[in-house]
């Protein structure tokens, strides 16, 4: 397993994710997500601003892990695509850096099933990159 930069919050663990690897040519994260039980709905499947938040989450740290844990993005816009009901898991999760710049970068991510198979939900966002306080500069969020 990749060493991960940053501090995790504790939503990371109410999410049930788990980071697994880092790829810097690409600058693509992998990370597993598994539902707990008050993220499904009556139909079955997890709710659709919670499927968002799995989605921001490989979005957001593959930006974390690009830059080392200096930068945090701060989102402007997210844009999902839910392509089927998304099970309580386990679920496997992208985010990859599309192009980051000094002011605005942008992120995609996918929502796929534990074997690769299914690809359930997609998303994209436009987010300012920010400094994480305490990594040594500013501290402004």
Do not use: C
């Not at 940053?6 to 788990?18: K, P």
């Not at 690409?26 to 707990?36: D, G, K, N």
């Not at 974390?64 to 844009?79: D, K, R």
């Amino acid at each position: 397993m990749t060493e991960f930069a940053g501090t995790r919050g504790s939503h990371v663990e109410l999410m049930g994710a788990e980071f697994l690897d880092f790829d810097p040519v690409t600058e693509t994260i992998t990370m597993r997500f598994v539902a707990p039980d008050s993220f499904i709905t009556q139909r079955g499947g997890v709710q659709g601003g919670l499927v968002a938040g799995f989605l921001d989450e490989a979005m957001g740290w593959a930006h974390v892990q690009a830059t080392g844990g200096a930068e945090a993005p701060l989102n402007l816009e997210i844009s999902m695509t839910l392509l089927k009901l998304i099970p309580a898991g386990p679920l496997m999760g992208k985010g990859r850096v599309v192009r980051r710049g000094r002011r605005v970068i942008f992120l995609e991510g996918e929502l796929w099933d534990e074997n690769w198979t299914t690809l359930y939900a997609r998303s994209t966002s436009t987010a300012i990159p920010t400094p994480v306080p305490g990594r040594g500069n500013d501290g402004a969020a």
